[in-house]
């Protein structure tokens, strides 16, 4: 017997992605569009991030996994629930209810938000039935439903943890130069990071360690790799911040 969905509970998530060819932290989203029966025209044609309804057989943790791997095929990602968004009007713009008609979707519907942080490459968007695609989080589409509200709320709460929480290397590859971090965190932060003074003060860390490999494919220069040692890191964690800038 197929599970039932709770028509008034979604889960939305926001799918952070870092994209190391243009320096740039993006977001995954998804193509909503609805023609007119009449003349085919688009009454409806924008963005929206992923999202689904609650199964009831599930708790919410798996219904964001499950959305996530629809959309990317991935699992086992970085997630974090930050809000509840239960406005009564959040879904009452006319486009919202043109759509939520079409979907037989509740109007007062409430969704549980989370993010997900990964690399955009690991995606895979040739075949995506859904039409996603990348967007550069401070150059956003016209998005759908109060989504734009969401993802600014993500955003302000990873530029947040990734002062005192290691989450930043989740948008790296295991091995990595300290010119990818300094890149990252730059993106994620939205500022310019000095240096000399950001190499002197993460290599200091115990927990960021250089690797006896440099980059390959380099011709000139390559860099020592570094990797994040999470072990170590639990071992000498403390709630501070993880850079100072």
């Known amino acids: 017997m197929q599970a039932q969905i709770i028509p008034n509970l979604s889960v ?16 995954l989203l998804i193509q909503r569009y609805l023609p007119s029966t009449d003349n085919g025209k688009p009454l409806v044609d924008d963005y929206v991030l992923t999202g689904y309804h609650v199964l009831e057989n599930e708790n919410i943790d798996e219904t964001a996994s499950r959305v996530l791997k629809e959309l990317t095929g991935l699992d086992n990602l970085y997630k974090k629930q930050f809000k509840v968004f239960g406005n009564p009007n959040r879904l009452m713009n006319e486009k919202d209810r043109i759509w939520a008609k079409s979907e037989n979707f509740n109007e007062r519907t409430i969704t549980i938000a989370y993010y997900f942080l990964l ?27 109060d989504h734009r509200a969401i993802i600014t709320e993500a955003y302000s709460d990873l530029k947040e943890k990734s002062m005192y929480k290691p989450i930043v290397f989740e948008l790296l590859p295991d091995k990595f130069t300290i ?11 939205g500022i310019e990071i000095d240096n000399r003074n950001f190499r002197r003060k993460l290599i200091t860390k115990k927990f960021i360690v250089k690797l006896d490999e440099k980059q390959v494919g380099i011709s ?26």
């Open 12 to 27: 939305d998530c926001v799918v952070f992605g870092f994209d190391f060819n243009t320096k740039s932290l993006n977001v």
């Open 119 to 145: 690399q955009t490459h690991e995606v895979n968007l040739e075949n995506s039935q859904h039409k996603a695609q990348w967007f550069p989080v401070n150059n956003l589409p016209a998005l759908g439903f």
């Open 179 to 189: 010119k990818e971090l300094q890149d990252t965190y730059e993106s994620v932060l």
């Open 220 to 245: 000139k220069k390559p860099s020592h790799l570094f990797m994040f040692s999470k072990d170590i890191y639990q071992k000498v964690y403390k709630e501070n911040y993880l850079i100072n800038i």
